[in-house]
């Protein structure tokens, strides 16, 4: 990638934009230390997908692994919402909480729903646009064209386009550059590591901010999206909103680094140690859930003819953590007084917790299992 140049700064008058150069072209590696990132990197998504085949019944798992990146991804944009509040209903949410949670709702909606439409549609500026405009339905933004790139000019950081941090190209050129961007994602004439063409495809997208808002989160759904149709993973379990959040500066610093230095090498370097590190949690994450599994069921086998009803709210546990009696009821068909004293024994059991300190309405959390996704 020596020879990669990022773009120019060109003037529109006023201001000055970051027109990118185009990436459907023939590009090659040949930094030794990018090639060795990049074969660790398919070696653990390799370990990673291993689980897809041998954890039976693992679509009850993947809710909470898109739980997780729908608040770390909604975190980075200034979401406060936690796991445990995200797991509520619309009722039981605070107030104050509710905007940020509803946030967070939408953007499990859009990825559930982007990974499905991929069974028939291809990663493309049409899933892209599909996906934006389910992230904003109903909440701040929503006047923001969801669902449409941009009409007009946006800028990132600053209060107006004369102080900013970075000016993105200008809207007459978005469409052109999202055309180029799906080819690129499509191109097999030439070959290029799909794991450094998702690293190149994400950069490139940040760049162009084809949206007047949700660029980001959009831009890292994307990965998982791309990950899935190239038959990388066959399911959806490798998020990387956790590792960016967490190195939340040097994120945006190699962005930058590649605009104004057009330093590809430390932004491949960047992503690739992101997949690495996250796939190792996630090979960890599913090792915890093993072995939690097998203890949960040692424990249950003690209640006797209770325990095929504690499975059933077990069952649903795996796939949303949380659990009030009038749902218990509805899993198991018990009358109620049944469905609070097995309650309870899943509470001796250390199994649930009840975590809003009420007289009525409680609400019980799976909590060892939810300590696995944090």
Do not use: C
Request: glycine fraction near 6%.
């Amino acid at each position: 990638m020596k020879n990669f140049q990022a773009g120019n700064y060109v003037n529109q008058g006023t201001y000055k934009s970051f027109q990118p150069h185009k990436i459907n072209q023939a590009f090659t590696v040949e930094d030794m230390e990018v090639i060795s990132l990049l074969s660790q990197a398919d070696r653990q998504l390799g370990r990673l997908d291993m689980y897809s085949e041998y954890i039976p019944n693992i679509d009850l798992f993947i809710s909470m692994h898109v739980l997780k990146e729908a608040t770390q991804s909604s975190k980075i944009e200034g979401t406060k919402t936690n796991i445990e509040d995200a797991l509520l209903d619309k009722k039981d949410v605070d107030d104050e909480k509710r905007d940020d949670w509803e946030e967070v709702q939408n953007y499990i909606e859009a990825l559930n729903s982007a990974i499905k439409r991929l069974e028939k549609l291809p990663f493309s500026s049409r899933l892209i646009r599909d996906t934006h405009k389910i992230l904003f339905q109903g909440v701040r933004g929503k006047h923001k064209l969801p669902g449409e790139f941009r009409k007009s000019q946006n800028w990132i950081g600053g209060a107006s386009i004369n102080d900013v941090a970075f000016v993105p190209p200008i809207h007459t050129s978005v469409n052109e550059y999202m055309s180029d961007l799906e080819k690129f994602a499509h191109n097999t004439e030439s070959f290029f590591p799909d794991l450094l063409k998702i690293a190149l495809i994400h950069y490139q997208f940040e760049t162009i901010h084809p949206f007047l808002d949700g660029n980001g989160r959009v831009g890292r759904l994307m990965i998982t999206l791309y990950l899935v149709e190239k038959n990388i993973l066959k399911k959806p379990i490798l998020y990387l909103s956790d590792f960016f959040e967490r190195n939340r500066m040097l994120y945006y610093d190699n962005l930058t680094r590649v605009r104004e230095k057009n330093d590809l090498r430390q932004w491949f370097k960047f992503f690739l140690v992101g997949i690495i590190e996250t796939a190792k949690i996630g090979i960890n994450t599913f090792d915890g859930i093993l072995k939690l599994q097998k203890e949960v069921e040692f424990k249950i086998q003690t209640l006797g003819n209770r325990t095929y009803n504690a499975q059933l709210i077990l069952n649903h546990l795996y796939q949303k953590p949380v659990v009030d009696a009038q749902k218990a009821k509805e899993l198991t068909g018990l009358s109620l007084p049944s469905v609070y004293k097995l309650i309870r024994d899943l509470e001796k059991l250390d199994i649930l917790t009840e975590i809003t300190g009420a007289k009525r309405g409680k609400i019980f959390l799976f909590k060892e299992y939810t300590k696995l996704f944090k």
